[in-house]
């Protein structure tokens, strides 16, 4: 996919369905735990420096971001999970937002999931893994913050990362790196690919 990323732009940041964007773009949703590095990755595929705001406190994402690119495709910003310090009633409201996102968003051709190359998959991980596998007809997972990590431990970790998370034949897990300009190029291939096939449906 030939993107502008010169034409990108924030269109919302929304809370509850009446607040989405009324477009028949696809969408693709980026969900991971907080701090794993979601706005980072943003900001390096669409070759911008602070589109995507970039914390140093985790879970600061409380609301779904949807980024226009080109007028061709929705990139679309859910908050992270996983961030201990947050309220029992902040975990229910986030647990609602992305439910009625997740499950009723027509324009959502894909989710795809970021997870710390460097760890292990957490428990909040593999449940939207579990989701993933049953609303999605693939999973697809970047391994974020490759780049710290040597060849050969990545190479252990994404094995790691991919038997925690059960991940099957046809899946995709992908290492990414915002020093790595081949990170950028994996993304748009994949990206192209989904919206290819869901065009084809």
Known sequence: MKVN???VNLVISAVKKMQYPNTNMPEIALAGRSNVGKSSMINKVL???SLARVSGTPGKTITINFYNVDNQLMLV???????????KKEVEAWGSMINDYLEGRPQLCQVVQLVDSRHK???????????IQEY?????VFATKSDKLSKTQLNNNLEMIA???????GDILIPF???DNESVENFWEYVDGCVLVEEEE
């Open 163 to 169: 038997e925690t998370l059960n991940l099957r034949d």
């Open 5 to 7: 990323t010169n034409n």
């Open 136 to 140: 999605c007809a693939y999973s697809v």
């Open 47 to 49: 070759n911008r420096k």
């Open 177 to 179: 790196s915002v020093k």
């Open 121 to 131: 998959p957490s428990r909040e991980d593999i449940a939207m893994q579990e989701w």
């Open 77 to 87: 910003d859910l908050p992270g999970y996983g961030y201990a310090q947050r309220s």
